[in-house]
């Protein structure tokens, strides 16, 4: 899982599991940020200085990296395969372990079901207005699927 944002990639599970880490490209350095309680499994950043962070288990926290201070959010109750930011809606896509695609808030924890992914994959948002789909292990039956994403608030 890596993340460019600011200036700065922030990455996750580089020096152990469940450390969430900066890395500096110019200066060729790396720092712990923050432990996570486990693995860290995806990222989304969701504001200039906010990240949404999924660990091993599914659970949510918003980590502030201006403060340096992680906040829970919300258990999903499934492990998280994906994260994706839509910056119109301000909504974060998550794929899950069990196939589901949740709509969630990512300030205050709401959320909705959104879809079914036809097996584990990833997914993501894309410009023209969609939530991509692609298989975690491409074969014959899995391929690649989008749905739309809302276009009004």
Not at 3 to 17: E, K
Not at 95 to 109: K, N, R, Y
Not at 111 to 140: C, D, H, Y
Request: glycine share 6%; aromatic share 10%.
């Amino acid at each position: 899982m890596v993340l460019w944002f600011r200036c700065v990639l922030y990455v996750g599970n580089s020096t152990q599991p469940g450390d969430l880490n900066s890395a500096d490209l110019d200066a060729q350095t790396q720092d712990v940020l923050t432990p996570m309680p486990a693995r860290i499994h995806a990222a989304a950043a969701i504001s200039t200085v906010h990240l949404l962070v999924a660990v091993e288990g599914g659970d949510l926290y918003r980590y502030n990296t201006e403060t340096q201070e992680s906040e829970f959010v919300i258990d999903l109750m499934s492990d998280v395969t994906s994260l994706s930011f839509d910056a119109f809606s301000g909504l974060v896509y998550a794929g899950l372990q069990s196939l589901e695609v949740l709509e969630i808030q990512p300030f205050t924890g709401d959320v909705t079901s959104f879809e079914t992914m036809p097996s584990i994959g990833r997914v993501t948002v894309s410009p023209n207005g969609q939530l991509w789909f692609v298989p975690a292990k491409f074969v014959q039956n899995n391929t690649i699927s989008a749905w739309d994403l809302p276009d009004e608030l």
